[in-house]
């Protein structure tokens, strides 16, 4: 008798667990119902608020979902590479050729640029403001062993600043404690930087969106050689048969149209344009 | 300090506007953790008890290995159900990467661990109590499991609270295999970890809030459910 009441009582319990997890279920098959892409891009572009600006307009267009995962260059090549995003959106020249020549992606494509910049401590102890020469920067921050705050994740502005690192011919690992690498987003990295007024080399996207800049500002900007591209590139159907190409050249194609270019330039943050459209028209 | 009735404000704006992007990912942190949280039970009490009961080899070591999950960091947790879900990993190609199952699922791997080690405890507390009384009423080891269940269900609803706390706090292992997904795979956790990143510290913190708020809410809800079930029982 107490066995049967026992029973009686599992049963119950799992009937009411069974309640919990329908309506989670039928939340999933929901989702499913609509096309949708996987882009896999970079920190920059998702947290300056460029994707909620422009995916919209290509979604109420196309009827086609846009879900972007952002994170770093290095991990959102990773996750194009394992066949777990349609597209990705990133800024890291030489990788991404690399991922391509891999045979990871189809083709890689010019989007648009911004570029980097040195940001640091206003009382700039490396005396580096207006130098306008960000590997001479770099050289006095080294040489004053002031505090300099690196990604460390193998994003594509950790990869920006290690080749400038090398242009300045210095290997700030070796210097001491003055090099913090902090192997986390262009966002937490600049919450460390702000935290310890340290100087930090930053996409101009980010900044213009980041609101904890404590005693932070630019210090150098314009030099060529902190030019920021951005590519986008088809993970290759052939190597992934499930890659969603229809639709993820549609998004790719509409981007590089000069209606997704004109989006991109449109997009400003306090009347300061953070994009600059540079796609090459078809065929030339 | 400064911030925190910035903080406070944000807050407080997020309720009262019934903020809808706010209700969604607070609605899909309760349906992706609630959810964990009873598969995980399902498992996690069974498997419990029964290490509690059941004599075999290798059980006691067992019993630390599932003790020690308790503390699994979920970014493993989550990297494991990454490489298991990923196109290139053995469960590729149901293509649940990147979506609320896939989340599910690695809040389950690190909830069960949980709830089965307490568990056990309780129900072996229990057996040394009432073991004389339900050998004498012929019952096997482990046919008294379902009993001892029923007879620590208060004590068990702490266990699965605590499971629950896991599930609703953590960040790593969602942020892995959801991929933070704007309307898709963002929770609260994850929304709060975005928003820190985009140095919007009110906005995050205010954010944090709302989540105690909540957690705070289902264990009063679960407290009270108990109190009146337990004067019910008399």
Known sequence: MKLFETTRRAVMAIAVGAAFLGPAGAAGAQTAE?????????????????????LP??????????????????????????????VV???????????VA?????????????????????????????????????????????????????????????ALWKLAAIDPKAGGSWYRETGSGMGPALNTAAGMDAYILADRGTWLSFKNRGDLAILVEGDD???????????????????????????IDWVLSPEGQAAIASYKIEGEQLFFPNARKKGA | MHGFDEALAAAWRLIVTGDTALVEIATLSLKVS???????????????????????????????????????????????????LSRA?????????????????????LVTPIIAALTRQVVADLWQEYREQLTSLGASRLRAVPTLLWDARFSLVTAVLAGLGRAMAE???????????????????????????????????????????????????????????????G
Do not use: W
Request: with cysteine; aromatic share 6%; proline share 5%.
């Open chain 1, 34 to 54: 609509k096309p949708f892409i996987t882009v896999a891009s970079t920190t920059s572009t998702e947290q300056s608020g460029l994707f909620k600006h422009l």
């Open chain 2, 171 to 233: 960040v790593g292992a969602i942020l892995v295999v959801g991929g933070n997904i704007a309307g898709v795979t963002r929770t609260m956790t994850t929304a709060i970890a975005l928003e820190t990143s985009k140095g919007d510290l009110p906005l995050a913190l205010g954010l944090g809030i709302v989540l105690l708020v909540i957690v705070l809410a289902i264990n009063a809800a679960a407290h009270l459910l108990g109190t009146t079930a337990r004067r019910a029982a």
């Open chain 1, 57 to 86: 307009q290509f979604t109420e267009k196309t009827g086609i979902e846009v879900r972007v995962v952002a994170v770093g260059t290095g991990q959102a090549l990773k996750i194009g590479e394992r066949g777990d995003a349609d």
């Open chain 2, 34 to 84: 609630l959810t964990a949280v009873v598969c995980a039970a399902l498992i996690g009490l069974p498997l419990g008890a029964a290490l509690a009961l059941a004599r075999f080899p290798g059980r006691n070591a067992l019993v630390v290995t599932i003790n020690a999950l308790m503390g699994l960091p979920p970014v493993v947790a989550g990297l494991l159900v990454y490489l298991l």
């Open chain 2, 89 to 109: 990993g053995p469960l590729g190609p149901y293509g649940l990467l990147f979506t609320p199952t896939a989340m599910i699922i690695a809040q389950t791997v």
């Open chain 1, 102 to 162: 891999k045979g990871f992606g189809v083709e890689r494509l010019e989007v648009m640029y911004n570029d980097f910049i040195l940001v640091g401590p206003k009382s700039d102890p490396a005396g580096v403001r207006g130098t306008g020469d960000v590997v001479k920067a770099f050289q006095a921050i080294a040489e004053k062993k002031s505090p300099f705050v690196s990604r460390g994740d193998d994003s594509g502005t950790h990869k920006a600043e290690l």
């Open chain 1, 225 to 251: 050689r902190l030019f920021n591209q951005y590519g986008i590139i088809l993970v290759n159907p052939a190597r992934h048969p499930h890659v969603k190409e229809k639709e993820a050249r549609a998004f």
């Open chain 1, 89 to 99: 959106f990133v800024h890291a020249k030489s990788a991404e050729e690399e991922f």
